[in-house]
């Protein structure tokens, strides 16, 4: 069934999608950017639903409010799964270790570093051939690599997309063709803290 809606009715739609991303993202005690993804796919379910829309039965605002509650339960709960998959939260080093009192970061030697908490070698030989080895990789990669690689070095792929370097997709899909680069210039999955967590 096709649906004729005016400016106004886009706008309304458009206006419930957002509201109800930044609740969620309230909610879920999300990052701010996380907002803009959460709003896409509530938008999309909306219009995906939209042909249900029955105008003698209430208002597109209405309808877009009852479906966008029912897709944002969903996406929690989806979350909150996750969630419990990883343990019920990220990992911090403020939070004590199972069975004792002292939190994970007193349990750390500075020597040891969060590298050796995730499995990576620490030994300093190893960690100057890496840098010798990322160096001559680095070296080969255009300019806007470079940069690319520089910022993800400081900041995750969350603040880079807040600060102009493109959607979050975009960047994860980008970094994905820089491993398999990366990979091409001799660079085994070691170089990468996200392979070797």
């Avoid at 792929?157 to 980008?174: D, I, K, M, N, W």
């Amino acid at each position: 069934m096709q649906i004729e809606l005016s400016h106004d009715d886009i706008e309304t739609i458009i206006r419930e999608a957002d509201a109800a991303a930044q609740r969620l993202r309230r909610k879920l005690s999300l990052p701010l950017c996380e907002r803009e993804d959460l709003g896409q796919e509530l938008l999309v379910d909306l219009l995906r639903r939209l042909p249900a829309y029955v105008p003698s039965r209430g208002s597109i605002g209405a309808f877009a409010n009852i479906v966008l509650r029912n897709q944002s339960s969903r996406i929690a709960m989806r979350h909150h799964r996750q969630r419990r998959a990883q343990g019920g939260s990220l990992l911090s080093l403020e939070v004590p270790l199972a069975g004792t009192r002292e939190p994970v970061g007193d349990t750390l030697t500075e020597d040891d570093g969060l590298a050796s908490w995730h499995g990576q070698p620490c030994c300093a030989a190893a960690v100057t051939e890496l840098h010798h080895a990322l160096q001559a990789a680095l070296a080969r990669l255009p300019a806007e690599d470079r940069r690319f690689c520089a910022a993800l070095a400081h900041r995750p792929v969350t603040a880079l997309a807040t600060e102009g370097f493109g959607s979050r997709s975009a960047l994860y899909r980008r970094l994905a063709d820089l491993r398999h680069v990366l990979t091409a210039h001799g660079l085994g999955p070691a170089w990468d803290d996200l392979a070797a967590a």
